[in-house]
């Protein structure tokens, strides 16, 4: 039996992407269609929850990585979702993939959209986690309530996560306490936290994608697994079931008691379904 090797420990490698390196990692099987991590706002490799990524990488190929500007990669991050699907596509190709499943959350929910709409043939399958479509109720606001919570972070001093990505029940605050305490399981060659200058790039092109004209998104064939908690402040809750129901394949799963980080709430749950949907 093979051994994977868990994301606290793979190495960080670097592709050549047109002349800029990119940061990823690799893990899990070789065989089968890999799955490509699409990352939120502010995220760096560190900030997947290793319980998704290595419960997925159990079965599937997992590819995690740092887009243009973000992290240990180079160059400098766009401001605009289009723009930052493009450069994801690059470095799709630039790994040799030409067929692919996207795991996008939030920020990384919108560039997998566009993705599969611009490049159908390379997206078999498509899991949007606390994501919602373009010129979705509330996301036009991220920037206001981000700064908000990461004020508040800074006052209480806690992660900015421990408000944005849970409720504030009992339950959630635990949930939170838990998922902070993992993401500093890896100890070795820790991903550099993203600049000043992209995250601010990145919140102008949340704030486009917010303001953006209402996308057609019966064009997206390929099936989709949407999840999100019930109570996600960040993307509100009901874009993600304007996404299942506007998308021709999609299912839904709502996590109860649950904000944006309802996928790493709810990892068991979710490695579990996501593995079922991709295997189907």
């Not at 290793?50 to 590819?63: E, L, N, S, T, Y």
């Not at 723009?83 to 040799?96: E, Q, W």
């Not at 953006?212 to 009901?238: K, Y």
């Amino acid at each position: 039996m093979t051994m994977i090797t868990p994301h606290q420990d793979v190495d960080t490698r670097t592709v050549d992407v047109g002349g800029t390196p990119f940061a990823y990692r690799d893990l899990g099987p070789r065989t089968g269609v890999p799955v490509v991590f699409l990352n939120h706002l502010a995220a760096v490799l560190d900030n997947w929850d290793p319980r998704v990524v290595d419960g997925i990488a159990a079965k599937r190929r997992v590819i995690t990585f740092d887009n243009r500007g973000v992290g240990a990669s180079g160059g400098a991050t766009p401001d605009s979702i289009a723009a930052m699907a493009k450069d994801a596509v690059a470095f799709i190709r630039a790994l040799g993939f030409d067929e692919v499943d996207l795991l996008g959350l939030s920020m990384g929910g919108f560039v997998a959209q566009v993705i599969a709409e611009r490049e159908p043939r390379l997206v078999r399958k498509l899991i949007l986690a606390g994501t919602g479509p373009a010129g979705g109720k509330g996301i036009d606001k991220v920037t206001a309530l981000t700064l908000a919570d990461m004020a508040r972070g800074a006052l209480t001093f806690r992660d900015a996560k421990y408000y944005l990505f849970f409720t504030r029940t009992a339950n959630g605050r635990s949930h939170a306490r838990a998922f902070l305490k993992r993401l500093k399981e890896r100890t070795n060659n820790r991903d550099k936290a993203i600049s000043a200058r992209s995250f601010r790039a990145q919140l102008k092109a949340i704030s486009g994608w917010g303001r953006h004209e209402p996308a057609d998104l019966s064009g997206i064939h390929q099936p989709v697994f949407v999840a999100n908690g019930d109570q996600d402040r960040m993307v509100p809750t009901g874009n993600s079931t304007d996404l299942a129901r506007r998308l021709p394949n999609a299912r839904l799963e709502i996590y109860p008691d649950a904000g944006h980080g309802g996928i790493f709430q709810n990892h068991a749950e979710f490695v579990r379904q996501a593995l079922a949907f991709l295997a189907e």
